[in-house]
């Protein structure tokens, strides 16, 4: 919108949420029907000028002296809407959404907990397919495959993998048909979505002998991984596990590296806060699923990453992501 469809949710602080959608209404109204707290589904005919239909859905509502949209809100939907509302103060409804989704009920932690199982399952299966001479897009069209296969809607972003070591692009390289040979480190970035709750996950795999430099680095990344984990439970300030994985980094001389984000908080959006951060102080609450994530790149020498997600218990931390740690080689 303007120039799109209007699909919204709307909630005011006198009634529940109102969804509005084009067209056949019957997908949206027979599960809203289960759900007491929404107050309304709304259709409107798709022949009608979408700014209109935003000016009369929105005059149902009253005088609106603000009005809080959601991060992902096109600027021509924004602009629309303030075209509508022309009193009216934007503001992001961020701030009002985050605190009631960072940590997840039973139902979603059932979904998180399923979506970490089957990336689990994703990432096995292309392991068993990688040999000597597949390129990244080989393994990326068998990852996007697999996770069609198990019953997942689709990627939670486009898989990224990454063939690092001497000879070898690394990270950002952009050619996807160099043919995998002795003497990569090949990391992993994966992650699924199942019932509209995203997964995260990353591995990294060393192909032929395994040179000691590789060996260090792939146990730089799992002392991180480790430490990290050990570091989480509810009420520690998300900085406090950034810098677990920083010492670690700084100990293997990897100290520049270690500044960046190594995590965040999942749930339907991939990325949710708080994040892994040297800036982010909130605390960790029980019931969120963190991504636990630290990697390094030097390209054309080495890079890797480990990647798991992990519950925040009452007493500590659970991963949910349970693949093996140990390296994982190909000869």
Known sequence: ???????????????????????????????????PWIADVQGY???????????AMLSQFGSMAQVAISEPTWALSTLAFQSALPQAIFTL????????RAAKDKY????????????????GAALKMMKLGVTIQDITD???????????????????????????????????????QPGCMVAFDIGLVYKGYCSDFGRSVIVGEPSPAFLRHYQMLREGREVAVARV???????EVHQEIHRVFANYGWEKEGREDFGHNIGLDLHEPPYISAWDSRPLLEGMTLTIEPR????????????????????????????????????
Do not use: H
Request: aromatic letters at 6%.
């Open 1 to 35: 919108m303007p120039s799109d469809w209007l699909r919204a949710a709307v909630l005011t602080r006198e009634s529940g949420p109102v969804l509005v959608t084009n067209g056949e209404i019957s997908e949206f109204a027979t599960p809203a029907a289960t759900r």
């Open 45 to 55: 005919d798709t022949v009608r000028d979408p700014l209109e239909t935003a000016k």
């Open 93 to 100: 409804a961020e701030p009002l959404l985050w605190p009631l």
């Open 108 to 123: 979603e932690l059932e979904c998180l907990k399923s979506a970490a199982a089957m990336i689990d399952q994703v990432f």
């Open 142 to 180: 068998e990852l996007n495959s697999q996770m069609l296969r198990i019953g997942a809607s689709g990627n939670s972003f486009p898989p990224a993998v990454i063939f690092n070591g001497p000879g070898f692009e690394g990270r950002g390289g952009p050619n996807k048909f160099v043919p995998l």
């Open 233 to 239: 439970k509810p009420g520690v300030p998300a900085r």
């Open 296 to 331: 390094a790149y030097r390209n054309g020498i080495v890079g890797g990453r480990i990647e798991d997600m992990i519950q925040v218990t009452a007493d500590g931390a659970e991963p949910l992501t349970k693949f093996s740690l140990e390296p994982l080689l190909i000869p």
